[in-house]
C-alpha cells in the first residue's frame, strides 16, 4: 500500500515494480495502462521504503526481482494484495471505531487519489498530474484531486 500511494501508481502497476526499475536514483516506471514513463525520484519517504524492502528481501529464503513480495519471496499477487488490504481495514476498524464507516467505503484506488491531492497540497496540480502520469491536467482534476484548492479567509 506504501509503494502505491508514495508513487501515485495503480495497484497493478506497483505489483510489477522491480529491482531494475531502480536506476540512477529514480524509480522507472512504464505504466500499464497508459504506458506513460515516469522517473519518481527515491527520496524521503520512498527511499525509506525502498530500504525496508531490501531489508526484508535479504531475510528471505526465495527471493524475487520484484520489489513487493509475499512472505515466501515470491511475487506478491494481486489476490494476496487484496486479501492483505481487507485485513489492514478490519485491524483499522478496530483501532478507530468511530471512522468505521469511512474505512469501509475506502478501496485501494483511493490511495491513488490520496496520492495525487496529498502531491497537489505541496506541490501543486501540475506536479500531481506529473506523478500521475496524466499529460493533460484536467484529467488529474476531474477524476483524482478530491479536496479542493486550500484558500484562505478574507479575514
Known amino acids: 500500500m506504501d509503494m502505491a500511494y508514495f508513487t501515485g501508481q495503480r495497484p497493478g502497476d506497483a505489483l510489477r515494480l522491480t529491482e531494475q526499475n531502480v536506476q540512477d536514483g529514480h524509480l522507472v516506471i512504464k ?7 515516469l522517473r519518481i525520484a527515491i527520496i524521503g519517504e520512498l527511499k ?9 528481501k535479504a531475510g528471505l529464503a526465495v527471493t524475487s526481482i520484484y520489489l513487493l513480495v509475499n ?10 494484495l487484496r486479501s492483505q488490504f481487507t485485513i ?4 483499522a476498524k478496530k483501532a478507530y471505531p468511530d471512522q468505521e464507516e469511512r474505512i469501509e467505503e475506502f478501496w485501494m484506488y483511493d490511495l491513488r487519489a490520496k496520492a495525487a491531492d496529498d502531491t497537489s497540497d505541496e506541490k501543486g496540480d501540475a506536479a500531481a498530474a506529473d506523478l500521475l502520469g496524466h499529460a493533460d491536467i484536467r484529467t488529474t482534476k476531474r477524476h483524482y484531486l478530491r479536496r479542493g484548492k486550500r484558500v484562505a479567509p478574507t479575514k
Not at 48 to 56: C, E, H, S, T, Y
Open 31 to 37: 505504466q500499464g495502462k497508459t504506458k506513460a514513463p
Open 48 to 56: 525509506a521504503l525502498l530500504d525496508r524492502i531490501k531489508v526484508r
Open 71 to 80: 512472505e515466501k519471496g515470491l511475487k506478491l499477487s494481486q489476490p494476496t
Open 88 to 91: 489492514a481495514k478490519r485491524e
